[in-house]
């Protein structure tokens, strides 16, 4: 009889191999079917697919509850999308879930975004931490231009920080003109780069880490010439804006918000800044047509029609 954990093997094994999906995913889709297989052991649940129907589903659900919303929802996706390859590949009849009705509502939040002042104290704290290292050879030196090239590239592109970690040397161009990103769904897109300070901080980066570029492919390196990891650039992004003086809980995923909603104010089309982010869809990218409160300011009182009400009251006493 088959079980739960033969069949996520070979629902990894197809993902992996057949999908071609990244290695985030499957780690992902691992852990997520790794911890209801714990549920299952814990609470005394066979372990056989024929046995796990709606009922088990929902006790599962209902131990997800005081989960955050949007990790519930990536929960039961995975494990959806392992049943769904379950019927397809006829090793069970019928897909519980089918037989369940699931709705998880999120908050709508706005994206937090960082005004184009705050970005320039961090970046001003950056290099002026460069500035005051004494000796270029030492590693200090090293790690805070590689900091600088991040701070840069994130603001120049808007990518993702797993997009950055793992960029490789290869698809960054000669001279810096573009970079090509991999991005969710193994699906790439070229950015190019058209900004002179971001593209001496990345020369500038790639001179100082040239041997462990070489040595590695990757082009964001740690001290364990190893690629840099998702949460070093989080850290690192909190120590310079905690060196700007600036108290917003800032991630690497604020400049992605700040690079759209600042090229959104001004005036570039959705569709662009959709590809710029690798929005699959232009919904996800609509939730940067929010407008902060100095744009809405401006608008009010240049666009605003009871200025041409004014105009008008002005000619007819005239």
């Known amino acids: ?82 049943f769904n390859f379950l019927e397809f590949e006829d090793e069970i009849k019928v897909n519980p879930f089918r037989k369940i009705r699931i709705q998880i509502k999120e908050s709508k939040t706005l994206p937090s975004v960082l005004n184009i002042s705050d970005v320039h104290k961090i970046f001003k704290s950056a290099y002026n931490n460069r500035d005051r290292v004494s000796s270029q050879e030492s590693y200090t030196f090293k790690e805070i231009t590689r900091d600088i090239a991040i701070l840069e590239l994130l603001f120049a592109t808007g990518i993702r920080v797993s997009e950055l970690c793992s960029l490789e040397a290869k698809n960054i161009s000669p001279n810096f003109a573009s970079i090509l990103v991999l991005g969710k769904g193994n699906k790439e897109r070229s950015i190019q780069i058209c900004n002179q300070e971001t593209i001496m901080a990345l020369k500038m980066y790639q001179k100082a880490f040239k041997c462990e570029i070489n040595q590695t492919g990757y082009f964001f390196i740690n001290k364990l010439c190893k690629p840099i990891s998702d949460q070093s650039v989080r850290f690192m992004i909190k120590k310079y804006s905690r060196l700007a003086k600036i108290e917003k809980n800032i991630t690497p995923h604020t400049f992605r918000h700040t690079f759209a909603t600042l090229l959104l104010e001004e005036g570039v089309d959705l569709i662009y800044i959709q590809h710029l982010l690798g929005h699959s869809s232009i919904m996800t990218t609509q939730i940067y047509t929010h407008v902060n409160h100095v744009m809405q300011k401006k608008i009010l009182r240049s666009k605003h029609p009871r200025k041409k009400m004014k105009m008008l009251e002005e000619i007819q006493t005239s």
């Open 1 to 82: 009889m088959n079980t739960i954990i033969k069949a996520s093997e070979d629902f990894i094994f197809h993902c992996r191999f057949e999908k071609g999906l990244s290695s985030k995913t499957i780690q992902s889709y691992s852990s997520d079917i790794n911890q209801f297989i714990d549920f299952l052991h814990s609470n005394s649940h066979s372990i056989k697919l024929i046995e796990i129907d709606k009922f088990v589903l929902k006790k599962y659900l209902q131990l997800l509850s005081d989960w955050k919303p949007k990790t519930i929802k990536r929960k039961i996706a995975t494990l959806k999308a392992l």
